[in-house]
């Protein structure tokens, strides 16, 4: 059974940075997206942060966190990265790593349905 595993999430002032990790158990990662999204709190909606294609050639943000949020990955360690700088209280939410087996195109990156597989989420708190 594939399980996707986030990490790195924590307690962070405002203005500081976080690197979330994502890694798969049950497979070698192998899979063509990888996302971020985000629950900012319990019953809202999982909100689209990040995605990337495996291959590396299409990457897209939600537009407000364009530029503070980077999305990555490392083949050679099969990780997937949201490396999140210049962080706000309002960032606060359980990030989650999604991936889907499909070289999702541009416009349906930000589709949670287009996603076959979930984290269980890791936790950002931003707070002085």
């Known amino acids: 059974q594939v399980q996707l595993i986030e990490s790195g999430g924590g307690l962070v002032q405002p203005g500081g940075s976080l690197r979330l990790s994502c890694t798969a158990s049950?497979?070698?990662?192998?899979?063509?997206?990888v996302g971020w999204f985000r629950r900012q709190a319990p019953g809202k909606e999982h909100d689209f942060v990040a995605a990337l294609r495996w291959s590396g050639s299409t990457t897209r943000y939600t537009e407000p966190l364009k530029g503070r949020f980077t999305i990555s990955r490392d083949k050679a360690t099969n990780t997937a990265y949201l490396q999140m700088n210049s962080l706000k209280p309002e960032d606060t939410a359980v990030y989650f790593c999604?991936?889907?087996?499909?070289?999702?195109?541009?416009?349906?990156?930000?589709?949670?349905?287009?996603?076959?597989?979930w984290g269980q989420g890791t936790e950002v708190i931003v707070s002085s």
């Open positions: 049950g497979r070698t990662f192998g899979f063509a997206t």
């Open positions: 999604a991936a889907s087996s499909s070289s999702l195109i541009h416009s349906s990156m930000n589709d949670r349905e287009r996603y076959d597989y």
